[in-house]
């Protein structure tokens, strides 16, 4: 048995000489040859690496587009910033910091559209997708400034058909701070379906029975939130105005703000093209990072409450129609607001310094304290989120562990006020990542050097900030 391998074998390495010699000749390379190209091989490959040199002087590497500006104290910020988008890290974002009505930091970078290599420039706008919520719950703040509504009292005082189905006893407080247990309705709904039939979405929200006993609970009411706080907003506002309406005539416009709680079909052209990563990932990555989270993933898999809060709009099968520019145009406060960096850090900005920046107020101290005190930190929280939630915002630490105050989005989006450097932050992106705002790398980094900066720029004199 051994020598009829053994003959085998033989035969084997006779027919691969005969096919090696054979491919030489196919190839016109005999010995002689194939000596000359071992000799000739270091010139070969010097010549290549020379070639390379050459065209790469001829023809150098695209430098990616990026613009903006900081003050001489945060120009680490702006070196990373740089860094990331010529990398390739960081496709498309800008990120701004503003300190009582001046940026501290204003920059942007990388691509609107990166398949036609559309420039993200000063004035380009995305989608900020939850971190709107934030931007909806300083409309709420200012209803509540010029007494129209009160945090404390019954959302049935201001519309009594909400008080059906077990919610009788829910205050303006309890839907803002996301404990109302109404993540859900009873059917799905487009975004078409919200601002053409409104009657119809505002019954199914007064109808809609909890899903807990209210306020004994919370957890992220990931649509819902921003369609209440509009039903709210038409109800309590003396003109009937719906939120987005009220938000462009009471604050965009006379605070400068680019901010859109739906984008204007004449501003489609200065937005970005999304690119985006599935929930799924988003999901996995989180519970990957957070074993701590475990224990929720039925609700967040297998029908739970989160899921079912997701399923309210039909655009999360199918991310992408987003880009749409009729869709982008209507208002859901929980996730269809688009600006930048810039204009979100300056709304921020006024709450970090009490509501009022260069003498134009925003809001009242104590409207402002209660956008930046939790409520629910003695509360059982099902599933997300991690941090506690104010009235409409989420309250948390910036990387020196200090309180700050805001809102997270979508694939990284983020604005906040933080009132111990009295500076308004924010980071916006088309290129949504699989992290939140407090892992992605690209943001991390930024921030991590924003506050080097900011321990430095307060020991600066007056005359230099």
Not at 319 to 342: K, T
């Amino acid at each position: 048995m051994l020598q009829y391998c053994g003959k085998h074998e033989s035969i084997l390495k006779s027919n691969e000489t005969k096919a090696g010699s054979l491919l030489m000749q196919a190839l016109g390379l005999t010995i002689p040859r194939m000596s000359w190209l071992l000799r000739a091989a270091p010139a070969l490959v010097l010549l290549a690496i020379s070639w390379r040199a050459i065209t790469s002087g001829i023809f150098p590497k695209e430098k990616v587009p990026y613009g903006g500006q900081v003050h001489p104290a945060f120009q680490e910020v702006k070196e990373i910033f740089e860094k990331n988008v010529q990398s390739g890290r960081e496709p498309g974002a800008s990120f701004a910091v503003y300190r009582h009505g001046k940026p501290l930091v204003d920059l942007w970078g990388g691509y609107a559209d990166v398949e036609s290599k559309k420039p993200w420039q000063q004035g380009t706008l995305s989608q900020l997708w939850s971190s709107t919520k934030g931007v909806a719950a300083v409309v709420v703040g200012m209803l509540a400034d010029r007494g129209f509504i009160d945090y404390q009292r019954k959302v049935s005082d201001y519309w009594p058909e909400f008080a059906a189905n077990g919610k009788e006893d829910v205050t303006v407080a309890m839907l803002l701070s996301h404990q109302a247990g109404l993540m859900h309705l009873s059917r799905g709904l487009t975004l078409y379906d919200y601002r053409d039939q409104w009657e119809l979405v505002e019954e199914l929200m007064a109808k809609q029975e909890p899903m807990w006993l209210p306020g004994t609970r919370f957890s992220y009411h990931a649509f819902t939130y921003g369609m209440y706080v509009d039903a709210l907003v038409r109800k309590v506002d003396p003109l009937h105005r719906n939120i987005s309406q009220f938000f462009k005539e009471e604050v965009a416009d006379p605070f400068d703000l680019d901010l859109h709680i739906g984008l204007p079909f004449n501003q489609f052209y200065r937005s970005t093209r999304a690119e985006y990563v599935s929930l799924l990932s988003i999901f996995i990555s989180k519970f990957a990072l957070q074993p701590g989270l475990w224990k929720w993933l039925p609700d967040v898999f297998f029908g739970g409450f989160l899921a079912k809060s997701l399923e309210v709009f039909d655009f999360m099968n199918n991310m992408y129609v987003m880009n749409d520019a009729e869709l982008r145009s209507i208002g859901l406060a929980s996730a269809v607001g688009f600006g930048n960096a810039r204009s979100l850090a300056k709304l921020y900005d006024f709450l970090s310094n009490n509501g009022t920046v260069q003498g134009k107020r925003l809001l009242s101290k104590d409207h402002v304290k209660s956008l930046s005190t939790p409520v629910t930190e003695k509360i059982e929280v099902i599933a997300f989120p991690d941090r506690p939630f104010a009235m409409g915002t989420i309250v948390d630490n910036n990387p020196l562990g200090q309180t700050i105050f805001g809102h997270r989005g979508y694939g990284g989006q983020n604005g906040y006020a933080d009132p111990t450097h009295g500076v308004g932050v924010s980071y916006v992106t088309n290129f949504n990542s699989i992290y939140s705002d407090c892992d992605d790398p690209r943001a991390t980094d930024l921030l991590q050097a924003l506050y080097r900066c900011l321990q430095r720029y307060q020991q600066l004199p007056e005359d230099e900030k």
